[in-house]
């Protein structure tokens, strides 16, 4: 059961009416990395997670991602306030009012126009919220990496919109906000080095001769740390393809009737190496023209 407390989690104070920061906010209101879709990615990992732990700690953490929601979307609105009186109620001369949700350079303008300076679901570009923001896999040791990813995403994204303005009360309002992507990390992490062995994820253990082989595949200096030497890495210089061993094609077992089919087709659609065909595009084109 969820209830609605109609006090914020966090005070917000504006200074003053700012459009163009308001849909930069909007980034984390409708945003791939914003509230909105952490608090369904973890939701919906909650509904099916059975350990008692992690799924109390998965709704809690989504419970407060919407409150989260809330802060920002309140913030958008009333960044938004003077905006949306001068706009549904024409009290200025239009190139004034045109240029008044312009001068910040960005597209606040059309969210004032199609959305009268609310807080849609979209992101700052103005494209809409989408469930395939939601990566959950349904493997708790693969979840909640990518919830600590997520999280540090998103965190990123409150320092550079921190650094985006002047107002004190945002400022802090987002400070806050950030501080908490931190506190989830730490909850994520916590969680899953709970679970042991949670590397590597799943249940399978791979095959030994390639979970610790690494393949050089670029040209040029090679650069070698922690992540392809020491640690009983097998570093392959030059690797060949087919690193099973076999002739590295592809094939597959037809039964009779797929084969004749299949070698009638290679016969009608074969291509003669040796034709010289005149094209529409050569009868087409300028003489010494080669493009």
């Known amino acids: 059961m969820f209830m609605h407390n109609k006090r914020l989690q966090y005070t917000v104070r504006v200074a003053q009416p700012n459009p163009g920061l308001a849909n930069l906010l909007l980034e984390q209101f409708g945003g791939p990395q914003g509230e909105l879709a952490a608090a369904m990615r973890y939701f919906t990992q909650a509904v099916s997670e059975d350990d008692p732990g992690r799924k109390d700690m998965l709704f809690d953490i989504a419970t407060e ?13 009333m960044l938004n306030k003077g905006a949306k009186g001068r706009l ?4 200025e001369e239009e190139g004034e009012l045109y240029r008044s949700l312009t001068g910040a350079g960005n597209d606040s303008h059309i969210t004032s126009l199609l959305y009268g300076a609310g807080a849609p679901l979209v992101n700052s570009a103005g494209v ?29 994204v409150y320092e550079r919109l921190i650094n985006l303005t002047d107002d004190p009360g945002i400022k802090d309002a987002l400070g806050f906000l950030m501080s908490r992507e931190i506190a989830h990390q730490r909850s994520f992490e916590k969680a899953l080095h709970a679970i042991q062995p949670n590397f590597p994820q799943g249940k399978l253990p791979g095959d030994p001769a390639f979970n610790r082989t690494f393949f050089n595949l670029s040209q040029g200096e090679e650069v070698r740390g922690a992540w392809n030497e ?51 595009a ?5 003489n010494g023209d080669d493009d």
């Open 88 to 91: 549904a109620e024409g009290t």
């Open 282 to 286: 050569e009868l087409g084109r300028v």
């Open 65 to 77: 991602e919407l409150s989260h929601l809330e802060v920002i979307g309140s913030i958008v609105v």
């Open 128 to 156: 809409p919220w989408n469930a395939a923001y939601i990566d959950t896999i349904g493997e708790p040791t693969a979840d909640l990496r990518s919830n600590i990813a997520a999280e540090a995403r998103a965190k990123i």
């Open 230 to 280: 020491g640690q009983d890495w097998v570093y392959v210089d030059q690797p060949e393809p087919a690193v099973d061993g076999g002739d590295g094609s592809a094939s597959v077992q037809l039964d009779e009737g797929s084969a004749a089919a299949l070698e009638a087709l290679k016969a009608r659609t074969a291509s003669d190496p040796a034709a010289q065909p005149l094209t529409a």
